[in-house]
């Protein structure tokens, strides 16, 4: 069993009357791909909010890396190795390509302010260390001839990996991500599948899909908890996943019999 | 050119301004006056820049920031000069305690601004402005009460302390500081906190934090900017720093483009030659003379239509996603 990174214990939040998680139990090891999923309203992005600090738990624990972590702020979080990206891409757009990288990689920078003024070699080397790092990213991801380019001006399916590799810049541990497969045409998702994949094993990180297209999460995680009206109604491989009646009758269930 | 070798803008820009101070008397006073005028704004538009522009906080009391400094500098050349200096102090002793005095109101403002910006970091846009523009109300009514300040009268015979040297070495500067910093990894996080604040804290960036140095950083060099307006007009009263000075600043930073500091520098000129350049035109002849009158109207017309046909600033040429916003 690898170590464990994140872990929901007993977690639920209420909003007013309406109790939008439930005694929630969740854990991720390091290097595991897990998705999340379930159907509209059934609390996925709230969970996502809870673990990423937005919103505070009404009652139970999440830790990360074996540290409480709810009363972190979302940038305390990130500073642990939480990174994620979001469902309506939000990129910085008055930088370009890689300044929004670069800015992403703030946390891991010895140069500060005085740094900055002095210019000396050290502000030097490491300005010119951090630019190689941003670089070889970029690179990875073949977007480095975008160098210069506004964030904004790139095509879709750029933008939504130019947000990834901006969240590995923080060297996460874990990274979230949120819908990546939104708006994306089958080829798109063909080749989200494989980088995310590829992710993993490059980076040696822990990934949390959060996702609503089917095929997708099924073809690539190794784990999958299911969510319906704030409970988990499922936890497995998507094997069993498929075959559990309970998902099939809150989710799956045309999906499968017309399959 | 300036981001290739900037310590050596910064040394250039120094050099001159000691040459300007020491040939300031050959010239003549009115050109002094502009220019010395121009100098001081540029501080104060290029340090806003950095609240407004950068990081995208909407301030309006760069006026109240540079009354305190203002205030301070001219209580300690008045009140405490006397005592630190001897009577018969050397060219160089007198310029030390002016820049202490510059140096103590800048802080006294740095202050201030953190003061100013740890409530309102958790307001926005329209609110966030609000608060600044009551504390320059607020400043206003304080040093308007505070007797030993002279009150609504102001302080008067302020020591002529304020030379070019000063005004454009304190300007190079504050271009420098502002810029350096924009300039660097760690800067890139006042723009991140500008263009996406959800987005900057899930990369980890403290956007609190940006936004309190640029306060606190803003307001020093305006309340430098103010020691120094003091010490060249001689006399200051709460009036001078009100809402149309605030004003005054944030349409230099609007003009020449928001976070475009050389754009802010062209902008702080212009604006300070207009209104002379309008005033000169109206006294060429006699059927110019209502160019003289109707200057206010003219200025808010300039700017309507600068906001109607370049909202990004008259001085940005970059082809920069930030302009389409």
Same mark, same amino acid.
């Given at each position: 069993m690898s170590e464990r990174l994140l872990h929901l214990e007993n977690v639920s939040i209420r909003f007013g009357g309406l109790? +939008?998680? @439930? $005694?929630l139990n969740l854990q991720i090891g390091a290097h595991e791909l897990v998705g999340l999923i379930g159907p509209n309203g059934a609390g996925k992005t709230t969970v996502f909010n809870l673990i990423t600090g937005v919103y505070q738990p009404t009652s139970g624990q999440i830790s990360f890396d074996e540290k409480p972590? !709810?009363? #972190?702020?979302p940038f305390q979080l990130t500073k642990h190795g939480l990174a994620r990206t979001f469902q309506n891409i939000r990129l910085? !757009? @008055?930088?370009n390509v890689f300044d929004n990288v670069r800015a992403a990689t703030q946390l891991h920078r010895a140069r500060g302010i005085r740094e900055a003024l002095w210019r000396g070699r050290s502000f030097r080397k490491g300005e010119a260390a951090t630019e190689a790092h941003v670089m070889e990213l970029l690179a990875i991801f073949h977007l $480095?001839?975008?160098?210069? $380019?506004? +964030?904004?001006? #790139?095509p879709y399916g750029d933008q939504r990996r130019l947000e990834i590799v901006r969240a590995l810049a923080t060297r996460p541990k874990l990274l979230l991500l949120d819908e990546p497969a939104a708006g994306m045409n089958p080829t798109e998702k063909a080749e989200l599948a494989k980088l995310i994949r590829f992710l993993r094993d490059k980076f040696q990180i822990a990934i949390l899909l959060v996702e609503h297209d089917m095929p997708l999460v099924m073809q690539i995680c190794e784990r999958i908890a299911v969510l319906d009206y704030g409970v988990k109604i499922a936890e497995g491989t998507p094997t069993e996943i498929r075959a559990n009646p309970r998902v099939i009758a809150a989710y799956l269930g045309e999906e499968l019999t017309d399959a | 050119m300036f981001f290739a070798r900037p310590r050596t803008f910064l040394l250039l820009a120094l050099v001159a301004s000691g040459v300007l101070g020491f040939f300031q008397n050959q010239l003549d006073p009115y050109y002094v006056d502009v220019m010395t005028r121009i100098g001081i704004n540029i501080i104060l538009a290029v340090s806003l820049n950095l609240i407004n522009g950068h990081t995208g906080q909407f301030s309006l009391g760069h006026a109240g920031f540079m009354s305190v400094g203002a205030y301070t500098a001219a209580a300690m050349t008045m009140f405490a000069g006397p005592h630190v200096l001897p009577a018969n102090a050397s060219v160089l002793l007198t310029g030390l305690w002016f820049l202490v005095a510059l140096m103590v109101g800048g802080l006294t403002a740095a202050a201030a601004g953190f003061l100013v910006g740890l409530p309102s970091l958790r307001l926005k846009g329209d609110y966030l402005a609000i608060v600044t523009l009551g504390f320059g109300q607020i400043i206003a009514v304080i040093f308007r009460n505070v007797e030993p300040l002279g009150g609504a009268l102001g302080l008067n015979g302020i020591a002529a302390y304020t030379n070019l040297f000063w005004v454009f070495a304190i300007a190079a500067i504050t271009v420098y500081v502002v810029t350096a910093m924009v300039n660097s990894t760690y800067g890139r996080g006042f723009i991140a906190t500008h263009d996406d604040e959800v987005a900057a804290e899930a990369m980890g960036i403290s956007t609190t934090r940006f936004k309190t140095v640029a306060f606190v950083i803003g307001a020093f060099f305006a309340g430098i900017a103010g020691g120094l307006y003091g010490h060249f007009t001689l006399t200051i009263s709460p009036?001078?720093?009100d809402f149309n000075r605030s004003i005054e600043i944030v349409v230099m930073v609007i003009v020449g483009g928001m976070g475009n500091t050389m754009g802010v520098i062209f902008a702080a000129v212009l604006l300070t030659l207009l209104p002379e350049g309008l005033r000169t035109l109206a006294g060429v002849s006699p059927s110019l003379q209502w160019i003289g009158e109707s200057r206010p109207l003219l200025y808010s017309i300039l700017l309507i239509s600068l906001m109607l046909l370049r909202p990004q600033g008259l001085f940005n040429f970059r082809r920069s996603a930030r302009a389409k916003i």
């Open positions: 109790t +939008a998680v @439930s $005694e972590s !709810a009363r #972190l702020k910085f !757009a @008055s930088m $480095e001839k975008f160098r210069d $380019e506004p +964030a904004k001006s #790139l | 009036r001078g720093f």
